[in-house]
């Protein structure tokens, strides 16, 4: 993993880069799921594990529209091991998001407040977490009749003859029970049974194991279940799936149930009452890690309430009321050789740490993000300093410190240029931001090059053939000066294929692949455009409200007017506002930029946007507004489930509107819906319409 793109920051990748990292990601991902979940043979460390992990979320998290069906964040787990038969889980077993710190737990349970629409601390029930196998134990009318492993979260093994051995696992429940239940648990070995295990597997010639996780793992995928038996393996139960009755009402009801059916619960669980208790309870935990029988590598906090559980559901591959809180990550010390300056393709000038190599987490660091001039002034970052690398919950390697005492004795504080280093233009840093950009635009070359990459990207036009350094040569040789340019690439065919490096064929199949883009749907047209702010998520936004490229031209031709209509509306776009919607103004201001725009628009056909598939919907194609505070629901939920059924959500009334929903203490909206005669309803009246 030392190859040029993974030391990359993520800050810093260009779209092509991110394709390239999230497919070769997803690959590696694949690879040590299945010799982790299914062979039972990892390769690498967790560490290790973690910042792949991590790395691909965080390239998603900017890069949504590179999101791969492969994508490890919507898999868990390995598929299931061709020796046994295959169970499907009628919930799928998904894995827990990552909290690395204080702050980031605090954020996970704002986001939850958030959702809810509550102020009020939550409790959470805390469970330290267990370095196992997981599994999922289904009984009917008391008896246990089927066990199965996660697999890849969806499907998994089926292990009940393995799973009967083990004294843990109760063959008959205690008492009252549902007529059928699906309880769900965490297999392990203690460190005692491991190491005992490990010297009579070295005893006998046999394979030893490398920890007591993949010891526990390969001691339940046996099939011949007599193996298993003569194993020391143990139990924790934790989690309910599927269930013919409600057991409880809060999760830490639920586990008093487990211990009365006779399952093992880890007694270190705690019921916390307010959110603020996880740090003290996730200290105490930490302290007591290497005393424990067995492996922890966390504490996973769940929300008690399982009614708020329901209602918060699930985001890609993870639940919204639960999350698993990381012990810290290794650090390590070394020395800055240099601050770089990258110029982006929307002109920001980054500074990147270029370090002496060393091992952080199981990777070889040799660069790390310093952010921006107010984090390197803050930490008084100088070159030739001494400074203390981390790679936690951020898959970007971070510089957390500086170690004053073996600093040089000449090094002097590190001053931001004030002049772009690829084209000499003056940088300048907006009044409240924190980034400094060129102002070279179209004549920095290294804005120019980088907006043309990004506009040939997978998520924009996805020309096959016209890769980073492709697009580095025709610029130099002259032929690419903006978008419309590449259009015009097939009418030098034949001296394309006389070029060092191509030939006919491969200079006929660039030429197709071009002209097969000749057609694009609008968002990956405005996407393309490389507007700033304006990312795959806003540009279907956008398109998805203006439908078509004509209507989205006039109308952010007539937005450039301050005051007026368009502009209005398009920052009330739900998820567009009035920062970005300044971003679009500006860019449609510029007489040069609505030049370049009908040029590329002329070489193109663009597609209208796709309509949300809301046959039978009341309310599809309306735009929608809502005011007041909704006592039902949510905000999220009501504008969440209008854009399901069809509707357009904006955040403030025109005569556009088509309907205000009127809440609790409504104000100005409600007024102005009265004045230009837009239909009203109150939330009962919304809610029997959308029902």
């Known amino acids: 993993m030392t ?16 394709a390239a990292e999230l497919e070769r990601l997803a690959r590696e991902i694949a690879h040590h799921d299945a010799a982790y979940h299914t062979r039972d043979a990892p390769e690498i460390s967790d560490a290790e594990y973690d910042v792949l992990r991590r790395r691909n979320a965080a390239i998603e998290a900017r890069f949504p529209a590179l999101i791969r069906a492969d994508s490890p964040s919507s898999r868990v787990g390995g598929a299931p091991e061709a020796g046994f038969a295959k169970v499907r889980h009628r919930t799928p077993m998904l894995s827990l998001d990552n909290a690395f710190d204080a702050t980031d737990f605090n954020e996970f349970c704002v986001r939850a407040r958030r959702f809810l629409g509550r102020t009020e601390p939550l409790a959470f029930v805390a469970e330290p977490k267990i370095d ?11 008896h246990f009749v089927r066990g199965a492993t996660r697999g890849d979260g969806t499907e998994g093994e089926d292990v009940t003859a393995n799973l009967r051995t083990m004294k843990s696992v109760p063959n008959k429940l205690h008492g009252h029970a549902p007529a059928q239940i699906e309880i769900r648990g965490e297999v392990f070995m203690t460190k005692t049974d491991f190491l005992a295990l490990n010297q009579a597997q070295a005893a006998s010639g046999a394979k030893v194991f490398a920890n007591p996780r993949n010891a526990a793992a390969g001691s339940l995928r046996q099939i011949d279940a007599r193996i298993t038996a003569a194993r020391p393996l143990s139990l924790f139960a934790y989690a309910q799936g599927e269930s013919s009755e409600p057991v409880a009402e809060t999760h830490w009801d639920y586990l008093q149930r487990l211990k009365d059916w006779g399952f093992t619960v ?16 996730h200290q105490e935990i930490a302290l007591e890690r290497s005393g424990l029988a067995y492996d922890i590598d966390g504490v996973v906090y769940k929300i008690d309430d399982l009614a708020l559980q329901r209602r918060l559901g699930f985001v890609g591959r993870a639940p919204r009321w639960a999350i698993a809180w990381k012990f810290p990550a290794e650090q390590a010390t070394t020395v800055l050789r240099e601050i ?25 660091v040799a660069r ?33 410190s500086v170690v004053t005492d073996r600093r040089p004795r000449h090094a002097k504080p590190y001053h931001f240029p004030e002049t772009c280093p690829a084209c000499g233009s003056h940088a300048v840093r907006p009044p409240g931001e924190a980034v400094r950009r060129c102002t070279g635009g179209l004549i920095c070359p290294a804005q120019r090059v980088e907006r043309l990459i990004h506009f040939v990207s997978r998520p924009a036009f996805d020309i096959d053939g016209l890769g980073e350094k492709t697009i580095q040569e025709f610029y130099d040789e002259g032929w690419l000066h903006g978008p419309a340019d590449v259009f015009r690439l097939p009418q030098r065919e034949t001296e394309i294929a006389t070029r060092e490096g191509w030939g006919k064929q491969s200079a006929r199949n660039l030429a197709r692949a071009i002209e097969a883009r000749r057609t694009i749907p609008l968002e990956r047209f405005i996407y393309a455009l490389g507007i700033r702010r304006i990312g795959a998520t806003n540009a279907k936004l956008l398109a998805r409200h203006y439908g078509s490229f004509g209507n989205w031209r006039e109308q952010m031709l007539a937005a450039v007017t301050i005051g007026s209509d368009a502009r209005l509306e398009l920052g009330s776009i739900s998820g567009i506002g009035p920062t970005i919607a300044e971003e679009l103004t500006d860019f449609f201001g510029e007489p040069r930029n609505v030049a370049t725009l009908d040029e590329l628009a002329a070489e193109l056909t663009i597609e209208d946007a796709a309509r949300a598939d809301a046959a039978g919907s009341p309310i599809a194609g309306q735009t929608v507004v809502f005011t007041g505070t909704l006592e039902t629901m949510t905000r999220p939920e009501a504008k969440a489930r209008a854009e399901a059924l069809g509707a357009k959500v904006t955040d403030s009334v025109s005569k556009k509107t088509d309907i205000v929903v009127v809440g609790a ?10 004045e230009l005669g837009v239909r009203t309803m109150t939330e009962a009246e919304w809610r029997a319409l959308i029902e």
């Open 368 to 400: 790390a993000t310093l952010h921006n001039e107010d984090e390197i002034a803050r930490k008084d970052i100088r070159v030739g300093d001494t400074v203390v690398l981390q790679r936690a919950g951020d898959v970007i390697p971070q510089i957390v």
């Open 340 to 364: 770089r300056i990258q110029v982006g393709r929307t002109g920001a000038l980054t500074p990147v740490a270029e370090l002496e190599p060393v091992n952080v987490g199981g990777v070889l």
């Open 132 to 142: 196992g196998l997981s599994i999922s134990l289904t009984y009917e009318n008391g």
């Open 266 to 281: 880890n007694p270190l669980s705690r019921r916390l009452g307010s959110e603020a208790d996880a740090e003290t309870f």
């Open 3 to 18: 190859d040029a793109t993974t030391q990359t920051p993520i800050d810093s990748l260009t779209e092509a880069e991110a």
């Open 665 to 674: 203490d409504a104000g100005s909206k409600a007024r102005k819906a009265a």
